[in-house]
């Protein structure tokens, strides 16, 4: 589907101009993800706890569309949602998808993964909030909008949510698992109402910055290579539109084969 597609919109046909709100936005797979549907003509607007890089993030109307929150801050999360029906309502647009790519995965000293003896509870708590609640709330908030266009909702888990990884931690790990399993339910309630939930889970993705050791897996990857960001986003983009439109409450591997 491109551009010029009638069914997608245009940048000069606002009225029919397909939007997605997205996650964690700023780098890695969610700054590939905006590249992606930004130039299939998509409006973008982009949720992350750094203020908009205009000169990192050379998008059409990247400011005017980038909402500045923190997710592991429940009143702030409300407000964002309040923010985004205030800009859907304004311009009468319409909100085809919602990418929950935001995630986060604390550290201990010198880089060492937290395991479940050491993690903290309240870091237990911060990580379950970004990386579990804040999707769901997002999902239930813009529930009415998503319903009006027969949207998709994609939540981004990994493949530490089905095994021991060596750099993830285990409530990283663990609200990745849960964010699977939230998939799965959501599926189930959202698709009475047209909208179609799915996650994909990714593997070991090249970005600006890798753990230490991360190539060192390579041997362990049926493929031999690491993922780029733009593999992710082209899977994104497919459950976001019409080619999908019968796959719902799934979880895609995207890794490689590194699952198997």
Not at 12 to 28: I, K
Not at 71 to 80: E, P, Q, R
């Amino acid at each position: 589907m491109s551009a010029a597609d009638p069914s997608n919109g245009t940048a000069s046909d606002p009225v029919g101009r397909r939007t997605l709100v997205l996650t964690g936005a700023s780098r890695g797979i969610g700054h590939a993800t905006v590249k992606r549907f930004s130039a299939e003509g998509w409006r973008i607007i982009t949720c992350s706890r750094h203020a908009f890089a205009g000169d990192k993030c050379p998008w059409p109307a990247g400011p005017e569309d980038h909402i500045q929150v923190d997710l592991a801050d429940h009143d702030d999360v409300l407000n964002a949602v309040a923010e985004i029906r205030r800009r859907l309502e304004v311009d009468g647009s319409r909100l085809d998808a919602l990418v929950n790519n935001a995630g986060i995965s604390p550290k201990g000293e010198g880089g060492s993964r937290l395991n479940s003896i050491e993690t903290p509870m309240d870091l237990w708590r911060t990580v379950f909030q970004v990386n579990l609640f804040a999707p769901i709330m997002l999902a239930r908030g813009l529930l009415d909008e998503l319903q009006t266009a027969q949207g998709s909702v994609v939540n981004v888990t990994s493949i530490a949510g089905v095994r021991v990884h060596p750099f993830a931690g285990t409530a990283y790990s663990t609200s990745k698992a849960a964010l699977a399993s939230l998939t799965r339910e959501m599926a189930a309630d959202f698709g009475p109402l047209g909208v179609r939930v799915n996650a994909i889970a990714p593997g070991e993705i090249e970005t600006a910055i890798l753990s230490p050791g991360t190539e060192d897996m390579i041997v362990d990857i049926p493929l031999r290579r690491l993922g780029s960001t733009m593999e992710v986003a082209e899977l994104i983009y497919f459950l976001c539109t019409s080619s999908s439109s019968y796959i719902s409450g799934s979880e895609i591997h995207v890794n490689g084969g590194q699952h198997v």
